[in-house]
């Protein structure tokens, strides 16, 4: 069975700097890999999707990157702006179509 | 952008009754998905829907639970008899193919009295 685990659960940062997020995992047998934003009250947006034959994808600020060998995966966010202040979570499709959530890093992001 | 929708957005039963809780998925998706997430808790997997028949589901899905695509877009998650522990937010999800990204609505908050 998955586990998923993100640390640190939450996080404080000034405007501006450079962070990454991490999510560790215990299947290397996997689909596939997403990573989410969830704001207070509100769904889950999609970010970047890491398919099991890639190593990462960037969109914007953000780069996802995946390492099955480790059972590792981390987000980086460039230059962070407070309007980056959310829950970010990352997820993971062992057996196709069935995501099995981590439980998220909550950021601050002050300016 | 599309989006998927769902309502109500806050659904308020007694305990024993029967709840429905609708979603609209994006319109040229083939996969649908119903999440949960109760407070302060992960988000947790109860069910996915291809080709009109579940194709997954958890083992929170027992038997109290159903759902339904009654027409071209509603997708319907049917609880039968309501649990306190069945208070939590709910999360619909829909995708193009099934590798390809979950897409989730804003979420219905179900609360058993």
């Known amino acids: 069975k998955q586990e998923v685990t993100q640390i640190p659960a939450a996080l404080s940062v000034p405007e501006g700097e450079n962070l990454v997020l991490n999510c560790s995992f215990t299947d290397s047998a996997i689909y596939n890999l997403q990573w989410f934003r969830q704001d207070p009250g509100k769904g889950l947006t999609s970010l970047l999707l890491?398919?099991?034959?890639?190593r990462e994808q960037t969109s914007g600020r953000l780069n996802a990157s995946l390492d099955k060998s480790s059972g590792r995966s981390t987000l980086y966010i460039a230059a962070s702006q407070p309007g980056d202040s959310a829950t970010y979570l990352c997820?993971?499709?062992?057996?196709?179509?069935?995501?099995?959530f981590g439980g998220g890093t909550r950021l601050m992001v002050k300016p | 952008e599309p989006e998927v929708t769902q309502t109500p957005s806050h659904q308020v039963t007694q305990m024993g009754q029967e709840v429905i809780l609708r979603c609209v998925p994006i319109?040229?998706?083939?996969?649908f998905y119903w999440y949960r997430q109760i407070l302060g808790q992960k988000v947790e997997f109860l069910v996915s829907?291809?080709?009109?028949?579940?194709?997954?589901k958890s083992e929170i899905f027992d038997d109290q639970f159903s759902v339904e695509r009654p027409d071209g877009s509603n997708f319907t998650l049917k609880i039968r008899s309501t649990k306190l522990e069945d208070s939590a937010m709910y999360f619909c999800?829909?995708?193009?193919?099934?590798?390809?990204?979950?897409?989730f609505g804003d979420g219905t908050r179900l609360s058993i009295l």
């Open positions: 999800a829909s995708s193009e193919e099934g590798e390809k990204p979950q897409h």
């Open positions: 890491i398919q099991s034959s890639q």
């Open positions: 997820a993971f499709d062992n057996a196709g179509n069935m995501l099995t």
């Open positions: 319109s040229n998706h083939l996969y």
């Open positions: 829907f291809y080709n009109n028949e579940i194709s997954e």
